[in-house]
């Protein structure tokens, strides 16, 4: 299964030993853990995707050499050994949960359009908050997949855009 940087980030965090063999994408700014096939069905959580076989998907996860660790675009965050493998589904889950929570705070209620395609997404990523001097602002969504074509300081939650609208003040 895999997980955004951030968000796996915490997640390890909440692991700590608890989580076995990691693989790190930077090409694509994601976390890869190995779990027991079938443990992730029921598995429900923004941005995270369950890697299984489905009748009209392929899923291809390149596997980094066990010893490359550093220097790649691609490597073992936490590396593979024969004690350190799979890591328990439910524990992942948890952590995860909580990461989710932490790093991306509440879940938009219901489905959004996303800005950029205009197509509803049942995970909505706030990407822009805009707000006006005198009625009240609006936030715009994007898909996770069009969500990492905005600039970061315009995402949630590290603050918000503040667009004003109408006469500009002039400073004395």
Known sequence: MSAPTAVGDRALQTLGEAS?????DDT???LYWLIEKDTARSWCLRQVRVLTALIDETILLGVPPADWVRGHHTYWRLPL???R???????L??????AISDVL??????RQLCYRCQLPTDEPIPVVMEHS???GGATIYACPKHAAGYPQQ????GGHTVVFRGKEQEQA
């Open 20 to 24: 076995a063999a990691v693989i790190q």
């Open 28 to 30: 694509y700014g994601k």
């Open 81 to 83: 050994a024969h004690d």
């Open 85 to 91: 493998y799979m890591t328990d589904a439910w524990r």
């Open 93 to 98: 889950h948890d952590a995860l949960a909580q």
């Open 105 to 110: 705070g509440p879940a938009p209620s219901g």
């Open 133 to 135: 001097g005198s009625v």
């Open 154 to 157: 315009l995402r949630p939650p």
